[in-house]
């Protein structure tokens, strides 16, 4: 070309020709032969050149694709022409600033635009904030004359593959600027885009594990807000998304092995790119039943294989859209919580998923449920159960009582009360009636005092407050009932308790637990080495001084403890009754209050006339009455006359006890030693008062008769000495 300019150079000093330089070829090809023909010198020369001139600029324009059609439009031609001098001087310039004025005169073009933007525009984005600054990057002159649309989508992703050093790096800003351009200009071929975002190990692959889905939601994010990519065009991008989200969940991601931040960010984007692809606040949705998955090689069989029972979920529609992001929200909720994941949620989706590994995961959620968070923690527990409990009465059952249960435990019985009057949450009263009845033992069995207002005891009374709530209903089955009033019972015996110092280890309080287990030898209860609820009167009575004053609180407590025991082993309503007053009498002989003692035997004498129960097996204490001595009478003369008097009235007990006993089977005859503790008491008196011979004498035969012949004393003889003898020495006047 050099050699060709010097030779116009002298061939126009030698003619003196003026050369218009702005003509085209054809027309420099045509002054060439008209100045030969003119007698020009060297004619044959100068041909060949123009010739050889010819031939290098159409060899030039077909190494730049450049070539005229006259078909063609002039914009055409010319788009052509710029698009092979853009070419051509690529090869000395990467800094498209150097040449834009070559693009003014068919930017208006509306074939220019897409080859403009999608070539020349991203490589400039590409050259000035990656290719400029990193060695061995493509030059644009090797990026123009690139073949293959995935040769060039290769070098412009690149840099995504690599740690962004610049917000101009960022997915967001390289896809808008570089990639869609690109794309668009290849007809919205997504095919390599697919590959890149779905399958390359460069993102799939990268960490931390929310990476990827970070990638996923500002690519797709950049691609709806592209004015030139329309829904249809980026619908298989939407698909990849949704199977590989399905995919990666079910296949790669164990989420017991990812940071908890990690899984919950997962969520986040995925749910945010969700928002993108559908707007719209309802859409028809279809429940997921999943049965067993197969293992697939690759995510392109997972994606392709028409018998994957989640291929639905992949369809590019709003309805997999809105399956998808349902699973999401209840995962985000639930993970926190009881670490839900997106495989687990298809687990528990599938029909033959077992009650228990509901159950289970309904105790994760709700297992430490409080005051505080019961709200919170309530209603992700109604979440899952509108997600997963099928409409199944024992299922149902079950997880409405894990529910309550846990509540119940946590000592929410407000919540539990106004959660079984819904119709969500109302469980079969029996059942209803086994949790609250697990939860009063559990708390009535590990109370530290018998204080009602604290502690585990006062949870035992609150679950009273919600038996009584269901205990008039019809359908509760009679033993539970029953097992109302007892514990009603129990409790009233507790409160009567209260009003006494009771300790059965030194320095501890008694506990609600030690009144069950330790005095339960009565009715079913009944065992062997155990003590009875009379033993526990008995203590009260030993370690309350004067205690034996209150008999109607310790007959409301024997009374109440025997109806909680069931106690049907005696017949005779009198028995404990007798019992008690037997064992009052005998502590207020120990703090000598004989008068009490001697009272009270009465009472039982008379009560006895009336009623005609069994003293029998109190004798003992009628005797311990008759034998009572008072520690003052040792030491003290002054004591004597009271003395008479206390004689002259175990007299008296001994005489009417003769009456009432018979043979007791544990001794040959309890009567005699009745009978000899009258004579010593008889004895004394007589030696206090003289008595005449025959009265000494009749006395001293019938005693022997008496003695002879014990089980026919009569009523004649009672009388005697109770009457007959005490007028003689004058003991109606003492009484």
Same mark, same amino acid.
């Given at each position: 070309?050099?050699?060709?300019?010097? %030779?116009?150079?002298?061939?126009?000093?030698?003619?003196?020709?003026?050369?218009?330089?702005?003509?085209?070829?054809?027309?420099?090809?045509? $002054?060439?032969?008209?100045?030969?023909?003119?007698?020009?010198?060297?004619?044959?020369?100068?041909?060949?050149?123009?010739?050889?001139?010819?031939?290098?600029?159409?060899?030039?324009?077909?190494?730049?694709?450049?070539?005229?059609?006259?078909?063609?439009?002039?914009?055409?031609?010319?788009?052509?022409?710029?698009?092979?001098?853009?070419?051509?001087?690529?090869?000395?310039?990467?800094?498209?600033?150097?040449?834009?004025?070559?693009?003014?005169?068919?930017?208006?073009?509306?074939?220019?635009?897409? $080859?403009?933007?999608?070539?020349?525009?991203?490589?400039?984005?590409? $050259?000035?904030?990656?290719?400029?600054?990193?060695?061995?990057?493509?030059?644009?002159?090797?990026?123009?004359?690139?073949?293959?649309?995935?040769?060039?989508?290769?070098?412009?992703?690149?840099?995504?593959?690599?740690?962004?050093?610049?917000?101009?790096?960022?997915?967001?800003?390289?896809?808008?600027?570089?990639?869609?351009? %690109?794309?668009?200009?290849?007809?919205?071929?997504?095919?390599?885009?697919?590959?890149?975002?779905?399958?390359?190990?460069?993102?799939?692959?990268?960490?931390?594990?929310?990476?990827?889905?970070?990638?996923?939601?500002?690519?797709?994010?950049?691609?709806?807000?592209?004015?030139?990519?329309?829904?249809?065009?980026?619908?298989?991008?939407?698909?990849?998304?949704?199977?590989?989200?399905?995919?990666?969940?079910?296949?790669?991601?164990?989420?017991?092995?990812?940071?908890? =931040?990690?899984?919950?960010?997962?969520?986040?984007?995925?749910?945010?790119?969700?928002?993108?692809?559908?707007?719209?606040?309802?859409?028809?949705?279809?429940?997921?039943?999943?049965?067993?998955?197969?293992?697939?090689?690759?995510?392109?069989?997972?994606?392709?294989?028409?018998?994957?029972?989640?291929?639905?979920?992949?369809?590019?529609?709003?309805?997999?859209?809105?399956?998808? =992001?349902?699973?999401?929200?209840?995962?985000?909720?639930?993970?926190?919580?009881?670490?839900?994941?997106?495989?687990?949620?298809?687990?528990?989706?599938?029909?033959?998923?077992?009650?228990?590994?509901?159950?289970?995961?309904?105790?994760?959620?709700?297992?430490?449920?409080?005051?505080?968070?019961?709200? &919170?923690?309530?209603?992700?527990?109604?979440?899952?159960?509108?997600?997963?409990?099928?409409?199944?009465?024992?299922?149902?059952?079950?997880?409405?009582?894990?529910?309550?249960?846990?509540?119940?435990?946590?000592?929410? +019985?407000?919540?539990?009360?106004?959660?079984?009057?819904?119709?969500?949450?109302?469980?079969?009263?029996?059942?209803?009636?086994?949790?609250?009845?697990?939860?009063?033992?559990?708390? +009535?069995?590990?109370?530290?005092?018998?204080?009602?207002?604290?502690?585990?005891?006062?949870?035992?009374?609150?679950?009273?407050?919600?038996?009584?709530?269901?205990?008039?209903?019809?359908?509760?089955?009679?033993?539970?009932?029953?097992?109302?009033?007892?514990?009603?019972?129990?409790?009233?015996?507790?409160?009567?308790?209260?009003?006494?110092?009771?300790?059965?280890?030194?320095?501890?309080?008694?506990?609600?637990?030690?009144?069950?287990?330790?005095?339960?030898?009565?009715?079913?209860?009944?065992?062997?080495?155990?003590?009875?609820?009379?033993?526990?009167?008995?203590?009260?009575?030993?370690?309350?001084?004067?205690?034996?004053?209150?008999?109607?609180?310790?007959?409301?407590?024997?009374?109440?403890?025997?109806?909680?025991?069931?106690?049907?082993?005696?017949?005779?309503?009198?028995?404990?009754?007798?019992?008690?007053?037997?064992?009052?009498?005998?502590?207020?002989?120990?703090?000598?209050?004989?008068?009490?003692?001697?009272?009270?035997?009465?009472?039982?004498?008379?009560?006895?006339?009336?009623?005609?129960?069994?003293?029998?097996?109190?004798?003992?204490?009628?005797?311990?009455?008759?034998?009572?001595?008072?520690?003052?009478?040792?030491?003290?003369? &002054?004591?004597?006359?009271?003395?008479?008097?206390?004689?002259?009235?175990?007299?008296?007990?001994?005489?009417?006890?003769?009456?009432?006993?018979?043979?007791?089977?544990?001794?040959?005859?309890?009567?005699?030693?009745?009978?000899?503790?009258?004579?010593?008491?008889?004895?004394?008196?007589?030696?206090?008062?003289?008595?005449?011979?025959?009265?000494?004498?009749?006395?001293?035969?019938?005693?022997?008769?008496?003695?002879?012949?014990?089980?026919?004393?009569?009523?004649?003889?009672?009388?005697?000495?109770? &009457?007959?003898?005490?007028?003689?020495?004058?003991?109606?006047?003492?009484?």
């Amino acid at each position: 070309m050099g050699f060709l300019a010097e %030779l116009l150079n002298a061939f126009v000093r030698d003619v003196d020709i003026s050369i218009d330089f702005d003509m085209d070829l054809e027309e420099f090809s045509n $002054w060439i032969i008209n100045a030969t023909n003119s007698g020009l010198p060297n004619d044959a020369s100068l041909r060949k050149t123009a010739y050889d001139l010819n031939a290098e600029c159409n060899s030039q324009a077909f190494c730049l694709s450049f070539s005229e059609n006259d078909s063609a439009s002039p914009e055409t031609i010319e788009l052509k022409f710029i698009q092979a001098k853009t070419l051509q001087i690529a090869k000395y310039f990467n800094d498209i600033h150097a040449f834009s004025g070559l693009f003014k005169e068919v930017h208006s073009y509306t074939t220019f635009l897409p $080859w403009f933007k999608g070539l020349v525009e991203s490589y400039r984005y590409y $050259w000035v904030n990656y290719g400029s600054l990193n060695a061995g990057s493509v030059n644009f002159d090797q990026f123009l004359r690139l073949d293959s649309y995935s040769d060039q989508f290769d070098i412009m992703i690149e840099p995504l593959n690599k740690d962004a050093y610049s917000d101009k790096l960022s997915v967001s800003n390289w896809f808008k600027n570089v990639i869609l351009p %690109l794309i668009n200009y290849n007809n919205n071929n997504f095919g390599p885009l697919l590959n890149w975002l779905f399958l390359e190990e460069t993102v799939v692959l990268s960490q931390p594990a929310s990476r990827k889905y970070d990638i996923w939601n500002k690519a797709l994010k950049a691609i709806i807000e592209y004015p030139s990519i329309g829904f249809n065009d980026f619908k298989d991008v939407i698909s990849y998304f949704l199977a590989s989200c399905y995919y990666f969940a079910l296949y790669h991601e164990n989420s017991d092995r990812i940071l908890t =931040s990690e899984v919950i960010k997962k969520y986040d984007l995925i749910k945010d790119t969700l928002a993108l692809l559908w707007t719209e606040k309802e859409a028809p949705s279809f429940d997921i039943q999943v049965s067993e998955l197969p293992a697939y090689a690759s995510f392109i069989e997972f994606l392709k294989t028409e018998s994957n029972p989640l291929r639905p979920l992949f369809e590019p529609t709003g309805s997999s859209i809105v399956a998808l =992001s349902e699973i999401i929200d209840t995962c985000q909720s639930l993970y926190p919580i009881n670490k839900l994941s997106i495989a687990r949620y298809l687990e528990l989706k599938n029909p033959s998923s077992a009650h228990d590994d509901k159950g289970k995961e309904v105790r994760k959620i709700i297992a430490n449920v409080n005051p505080g968070n019961y709200n &919170s923690l309530l209603s992700s527990a109604k979440l899952f159960y509108g997600k997963f409990v099928e409409d199944n009465d024992v299922e149902k059952t079950k997880v409405k009582e894990i529910v309550l249960e846990r509540l119940l435990f946590a000592n929410l +019985f407000e919540v539990v009360s106004e959660l079984y009057s819904t119709p969500e949450f109302r469980l079969p009263v029996n059942n209803y009636y086994t949790l609250i009845s697990d939860k009063f033992w559990d708390s +009535f069995n590990n109370s530290s005092s018998l204080n009602e207002k604290i502690g585990r005891f006062k949870d035992a009374n609150n679950c009273v407050n919600l038996f009584d709530s269901i205990s008039a209903d019809p359908e509760l089955e009679p033993e539970n009932k029953d097992q109302i009033i007892r514990i009603k019972h129990l409790l009233k015996a507790i409160f009567n308790i209260k009003n006494f110092k009771l300790s059965l280890e030194k320095g501890k309080p008694f506990t609600p637990f030690q009144l069950v287990d330790k005095f339960r030898n009565v009715g079913q209860f009944a065992v062997g080495e155990k003590s009875t609820p009379l033993d526990l009167i008995t203590i009260i009575l030993e370690q309350n001084a004067k205690s034996y004053l209150a008999f109607e609180k310790l007959y409301k407590i024997l009374n109440d403890l025997l109806l909680f025991f069931e106690d049907g082993t005696h017949e005779s309503d009198t028995h404990y009754f007798n019992k008690l007053k037997s064992a009052c009498i005998e502590s207020s002989l120990v703090a000598n209050d004989f008068q009490f003692a001697y009272a009270q035997s009465m009472g039982l004498f008379d009560h006895y006339v009336k009623s005609d129960s069994n003293l029998n097996d109190i004798w003992l204490t009628f005797y311990q009455v008759g034998k009572y001595v008072s520690p003052l009478w040792f030491d003290d003369d &002054s004591y004597q006359e009271e003395r008479i008097q206390i004689l002259c009235k175990q007299r008296e007990i001994l005489s009417r006890t003769i009456q009432i006993i018979q043979p007791n089977s544990l001794t040959s005859d309890n009567s005699k030693v009745i009978l000899s503790q009258w004579e010593r008491v008889n004895s004394q008196i007589e030696e206090h008062y003289t008595m005449t011979d025959n009265l000494g004498y009749m006395a001293n035969e019938l005693i022997s008769d008496a003695t002879a012949t014990t089980n026919k004393t009569s009523e004649k003889l009672s009388n005697l000495f109770v &009457s007959g003898l005490g007028w003689a020495i004058g003991a109606n006047q003492q009484q």
